[in-house]
């Protein structure tokens, strides 16, 4: 497919699963990608990410950015946009998942985790704007978890994507006279090794769905794919859930 060729994006916490599917899919709808990982040990993982992306003819590189440093997540945006030479498509991926009651978050948890979740997608999408085109896109990878809540032990994590429901809606309105689209994707249930489909929960969270099995991270790709592609045109402000039919 070559609906995005010529077109250069930047995805966060790109090097495995959700990230990764959204990087290797963007790839092969003709986009050169650039794209974030946190730390020293997830270097192999985002140099396979590169090979396969470069083995599809395509451009790609890596960055090592934590979510939680604004200055990092500033300069990855700054760096995708120069050494690609443009930038069109933001994917705030970057995330994680903090479990555990309410009474046991500690404040440096909550801090880290409101940075990676909220923080960096403000951040990263102030510096894009300064290079996206009009016929920009602004993608954040939220939760099903924000706007049903099945289970505890997840106040930290649901708060935090929340922030991301306020972001699109807002930055929606605010770019749409630039021609830019904001929207978020909310994966339910996606097999990763974040969420198993073999793990502890993974029955549990497929009876929770009304087709009865998890995501795929190329699912949540096709999604995002669509959102920065011609079909996307003139879908922004919005909030699209693939969970299955949890949230139904």
Same mark, same amino acid.
């Given at each position: 497919?070559?609906?995005?060729?010529?077109?250069?994006?930047?995805?966060?916490?790109?090097?495995?699963?959700?990230?990764?599917?959204?990087?290797?899919?963007?790839?092969?709808?003709?986009?050169?990608?650039?794209?974030?990982?946190?730390?020293? *040990?997830?270097? +192999?993982? !985002?140099? $396979? %990410?590169?090979?396969? /992306? #470069?083995? &599809?003819? @395509?451009?790609?590189?890596?960055?090592? *950015?934590?979510? +939680?440093? !604004?200055? $990092? %997540?500033?300069?990855? /945006? #700054?760096? &995708?946009? @120069?050494?690609?030479?443009?930038?069109?498509?933001?994917?705030?991926? !970057?995330?994680?998942?903090?479990?555990?009651?309410?009474?046991?978050?500690?404040?440096?948890?909550?801090?880290?985790?409101?940075?990676?979740? !909220?923080?960096?997608?403000?951040?990263?999408?102030?510096?894009?704007?300064?290079?996206?085109?009009?016929?920009?896109?602004?993608?954040?990878?939220?939760?099903?978890?924000?706007?049903?809540?099945?289970?505890?032990?997840?106040?930290?994590?649901?708060?935090?994507?929340?922030?991301?429901?306020?972001?699109?809606?807002?930055?929606?309105?605010?770019?749409?006279?630039?021609?830019?689209?904001?929207?978020?994707?909310?994966?339910?249930?996606?097999?990763?090794?974040?969420?198993?489909?073999?793990?502890?929960?993974?029955?549990?969270?497929?009876?929770?769905?009304?087709?009865?099995?998890?995501?795929?991270?190329?699912?949540?790709?096709?999604?995002?794919?669509?959102?920065?592609?011609?079909?996307?045109?003139?879908?922004?402000?919005?909030?699209?859930?693939?969970?299955?039919?949890?949230?139904?």
């Amino acid at each position: 497919m070559t609906e995005l060729l010529g077109k250069a994006a930047l995805v966060t916490g790109g090097s495995r699963g959700i990230g990764a599917a959204i990087v290797r899919r963007l790839a092969r709808d003709g986009a050169d990608v650039a794209f974030t990982y946190v730390s020293p *040990a997830g270097k +192999a993982k !985002a140099e $396979a %990410v590169v090979a396969d /992306v #470069e083995a &599809a003819g @395509r451009r790609a590189f890596a960055i090592q *950015a934590d979510a +939680a440093d !604004a200055d $990092a %997540v500033r300069e990855s /945006v #700054e760096r &995708a946009a @120069r050494e690609l030479g443009r930038l069109d498509i933001l994917v705030n991926n !970057a995330g994680v998942y903090p479990y555990g009651p309410f009474e046991d978050v500690t404040p440096e948890e909550l801090d880290r985790t409101l940075a990676i979740h !909220a923080r960096a997608a403000f951040v990263a999408g102030q510096a894009a704007v300064a290079h996206l085109p009009r016929g920009g896109r602004i993608v954040s990878i939220g939760t099903n978890l924000v706007h049903r809540v099945p289970f505890g032990g997840i106040v930290l994590y649901s708060m935090s994507k929340s922030a991301l429901s306020g972001f699109t809606r807002a930055l929606a309105r605010e770019l749409g006279p630039r021609g830019i689209t904001v929207n978020a994707v909310h994966p339910g249930s996606t097999d990763t090794d974040m969420n198993p489909a073999d793990g502890d929960t993974a029955d549990f969270q497929r009876g929770m769905s009304a087709l009865g099995h998890y995501s795929n991270a190329d699912d949540i790709a096709a999604t995002v794919a669509h959102l920065v592609g011609p079909g996307g045109r003139t879908i922004t402000g919005t909030e699209v859930t693939v969970d299955g039919g949890t949230n139904a």
